[in-house]
């Protein structure tokens, strides 16, 4: 099957889910391949901003400054830069920055443009001598940017922020890759975009329980508080499972990495015996199939631990062509979990009605008001 083949396949609308999902998430998680390709090309062709942060100044560090949705793409693009070059990603979320200097590349990411830590921390780095880019949308973030100068990678896309992964990802890689800080070639990326689409064209059909393990492990965690622990190589991945199940199926849930989780939560597995069957949590393991035998070595050891404390758990390994592949095959599959929980449930995944309210709270406690 061609690239394209892929894509179209992937992202195919065979039948709309008969459950609460009126803004269609379903069709917009199933088109991630298409929207991989976009957004890297996107970045990669990105020639006016390109020229403009070259500069003088070598680039030896990139800083990230970003929230919710648009921050995992920093953490993500910062796994993968490691993997492959000397130059440090930080990732920022908060409006306070760390010292900039005139080799930094800060990165403002806002999907809106509105995000109030975002704003903040463009301004405050203002009078600094580093270099500056945004991605965006558009909105305040975007006006800003453009009338100071700053280069602006704006792009179009309809649908809620953590449903924009590739923009934040890999529109922010190819420009990185453009400026020779993390070269990533193009085979690579259709490697990935390959691999997620045969991913997402097997998690997208519900006909089949048996190839489904997305719709079959929300109903296996359905009831219970989703704990994500995941090998050091997939950290991103485990931190975009916890927040899409908190944003799509509005539940608690938590995420740790392995090796650190074996020197601290352990300690806690068991501590307190149930019985059988009626354990809060349910453990997730992700693992990265590519990691070397000590590291699977960990989770089985975990797994193992879980099983005999009677805490329920499910055990995944990722193979991808490369990092990169790997990285988006764990989050798009959690993306579906947290998606299939949330509309088994009567539970509309799009609307985030508590982070709304409690922004317009933040906002009204820091302008002095209260309604107390």
Not at 356 to 372: F, I
Request: glycine share 8%.
């Amino acid at each position: 099957m061609t690239l394209q083949e892929v894509i179209r396949t992937a992202s195919r609308v065979v039948r709309q889910p008969e459950n609460p999902d009126p803004s269609g998430m379903w069709q917009r998680l199933a088109a991630l391949p298409q929207q991989m390709q976009d957004a890297w090309r996107l970045g990669a062709s990105w020639d006016a901003g390109i020229e403009a942060l070259r500069g003088d100044c070598e680039v030896r560090r990139v800083v990230v400054v970003g929230m919710g949705g648009s921050a995992i793409g920093g953490q993500l693009v910062a796994r993968i830069v490691e993997a492959r070059s000397a130059v440090p990603v930080e990732l920022v979320r908060d409006c306070a920055l760390p010292v900039l200097d005139r080799h930094t590349l800060l990165v403002a990411s806002s999907f809106s443009g509105e995000t109030e830590e975002v704003l903040a921390a463009l301004r405050e780095a203002a009078a600094s001598p580093c270099l500056k880019m945004a991605i965006t949308r558009g909105g305040t973030l975007g006006r800003e940017a453009t009338a100071s100068g700053i280069p602006t990678l704006f792009y179009a896309y309809e649908g809620e922020p953590r449903s924009a992964l590739a923009y934040g990802t890999l529109a922010l890689l190819g420009v990185l890759s453009r400026l020779g800080l993390c070269v990533v070639t193009q085979d690579e990326m259709d490697a990935a975009v390959r691999e997620v689409g045969a991913l997402c064209q097997v998690l997208s059909a519900r006909e089949s329980m048996r190839e489904n393990r997305a719709q079959a492990l929300a109903r296996e965690i359905r009831g219970a508080v989703p704990f994500i622990l995941a090998d050091a190589s997939l950290e991103p991945a485990a931190v975009r499972w916890q927040t899409q199940f908190n944003e799509n199926a509005k539940c608690w849930a938590f995420a740790g990495t392995l090796p650190e989780a074996l020197h601290n939560v352990v300690e806690g597995i068991g501590r307190y015996p149930s019985a059988p069957g009626s354990a809060p949590f349910h453990v997730v393991l992700l693992e990265d199939a590519g990691r070397p035998a000590a590291a699977r070595a960990r989770l089985a050891a975990v797994q193992e631990h879980l099983f005999d404390c009677g805490v329920p758990c499910s055990r995944l390994t990722f193979t991808g062509g490369n990092l990169l592949s790997t990285l988006l095959q764990a989050c798009t599959f959690g993306d579906w979990v947290s998606y299939y929980l949330a509309v088994e449930a009567g539970i509309d995944p799009s609307p985030v009605p508590t982070i709304t309210s409690l922004k317009r709270r933040v906002a009204q406690l820091s302008n002095g008001s209260s309604t107390d």
